[in-house]
């Protein structure tokens, strides 16, 4: 099959995709900047000091703080927030 036989909207496609330039790793807006800044968001683990994603809140005096799996009271990063 020859590109004449092929409809143009297919051989434009081809070339378009072809054609694009290669996004830079580091920029301001990219995944890895954005999870930075989020995880920098996210309070620590007072017990081994971990990035804590979750906390399950077990009883009215337990909580477990994910994922590092420390047992925590609950309430206890609350004013971790800046």
Do not use: H, K, N
Not at 10 to 23: G, K, L, M, N, V
Not at 29 to 37: L, P, V, W
Not at 53 to 58: F, G
């Amino acid at each position: 099959m020859t590109d004449e036989s092929r409809p143009s909207s297919a051989r434009a496609s081809d070339t378009a995709s072809s054609d694009q330039p290669e996004p830079p790793d580091e920029t301001r807006y990219s995944t890895a900047t954005a999870m930075e800044r989020f995880e920098a968001s996210l309070p620590d683990c007072p017990t081994c000091g971990r990035t804590v994603w979750v906390v399950s809140v077990t009883g009215p005096l337990e909580a477990t703080a994910s994922p590092c799996g420390c047992t925590i009271p609950p309430g206890s990063l609350e004013g971790d927030r800046e």
